[in-house]
């Protein structure tokens, strides 16, 4: 073979070699981007949300009249509409309910709601059905959780438009303290199991109670927590923290934002579960200390709003309590606990 040959048969075997090197270029190529592939795949799994998605903006409809707002003149000048680490303090007149409902009915939302009634608190049921659909987010989607030991004693309450109500069997306890430190797990074992692609908020409440006023979408937010009623005008030495440091729910003196009801505490599905969830986990770590907190569930809340701060918190009117004078910063009572002779109505004293 002459040099011609030679070189031809190298420059044959340069061009296979070239072929085989781009075959084994695409291949590889082709292999870590599927592999890239199924990775953002997995990974878009894993992101996937657990709550029901909300919509978000405050979207305004064209052409509504509603009264001008002012930055330089305050609606209320008699109380404090935020606190101190900006979250808003709803009282009346601190919100146009024209175009705050135009807002929200635009988000198609679902609040749910939850209370529980055991024993003789299942006489509170009617008043607190019938009073709701007259005042609760009235013209929203609303579905009531009620949780019972005695299904067959909830009487029938007509339901408006796009309301509804479970009824959920519990088994009976007794002790009353014992029944407000059970609920806390069986709130975030419904949130988990039932609400999270279902409700965009939820709002725990007591039965004992009943609807005066407007309780409606300005009381919306991630985490919302009530003033007390006995409290709202107090200083914080006088608040009924739990004070021992052996409790979960300890909290110092010289410490504490406000004293919130454990009456009526809301929010969006995820926060509320966070909340129930790490109450549920402080309660059993007292008990198995052998220890029980001054207001059982209500002071392990009150632990979880000082560390955790409420997005918003409802002022009094959203949890007065029947037996009080009114006081003059409350312009409207919208949601009361009602009186009642609690020797009568619990299972112990």
Known sequence: MGI???MLLRQNFLIILLFFGLVLSGLIFLKNNQKSCKQQIIEQVFIEPKWKQKTSGLRSSPGLLYNQPSVLVGSRTDVASVSSWLAPIIWEGTFDPILIDSIY???NLTIATTVFALGKYTRFVKDFLESAEQHYFVGFRV???????QPESIPEVKMGEKR??????VQSLNRWQDISMSRMEKL???????LANEADYIFCLDIDTKFYGRWGVESLGRLVGVIHPWFFDAPRDRFTYERRPESQAYIPAGEGDYYYAGAAFGGSLEDVHQLTKTCREKLLIDAANSIEAVWQEESHLNK???LNKPSKLLSP?????DINEKAAQIKVI????????????????
């Open 105 to 107: 009915k635009q988000h």
């Open 4 to 6: 011609s040959g030679t």
């Open 143 to 149: 579905h009531y959780y009620l949780f019972t030991d």
């Open 164 to 169: 509804n109500l479970t009824v959920l069997k």
């Open 304 to 306: 979880y709003f000082l």
């Open 188 to 194: 975030e074992k419904l949130i988990e199991n039932e």
């Open 334 to 349: 919208r949601f009361s606990n009602v009186a009642k002779n609690y020797a009568e109505v619990r299972p112990n004293p």
């Open 317 to 321: 009117e959203y949890m007065w309590r």
